[in-house]
């Protein structure tokens, strides 16, 4: 059997926010809360894998990473862009603007984090 991850969930101090937040930056259909969970609000992140974004009193960031092609990887550093939003080379400065061209596990990489402190990283080759 091959093992795939279903879903996991991100905690926020605003789930709809966040959901709201991820969707939009990683280009990704929103579609509002769970019909049959309403206190998780899911982004289909592909085929296989699904956001749970869930608000929590304390909310411990989670690092996420997702690799990505290179198209997608240009879209997303364009909405970042657009909107404003800090991204950074490093995991400790993902805000310092810059993106990674010598990424060890691919060739570009780059980090964003949003308001509950979720760490998104982007690999692209």
Do not use: I, L, V
């Given at each position: 059997m091959t093992i795939t991850l279903n879903h996991t969930i991100v905690t926020a101090?605003?789930?709809?926010?966040?959901?709201?937040?991820f969707a939009t930056v990683m280009g990704l259909a929103y579609t509002g809360p769970h019909p049959h969970a309403r206190h998780f609000i899911p982004i289909k992140v592909n085929g296989a894998l699904t956001l749970d974004f869930m608000s929590v009193a304390y909310p411990q960031g989670h690092h996420l990473a997702f690799d990505v092609d290179a198209a997608t990887f240009d879209d997303i550093l364009d909405r970042l862009r657009a909107r404003e939003i800090p991204y950074g080379d490093d995991p400790a400065h993902p805000d310092n603007g810059q993106v990674d061209t010598g990424h060890p596990l691919g060739g570009r990489g780059l980090y964003f984090s949003d308001s509950s402190g979720n760490l998104y990283e982007l690999i692209a080759p």
């Open positions: 101090a605003d789930n709809d926010e966040a959901a709201r937040f």
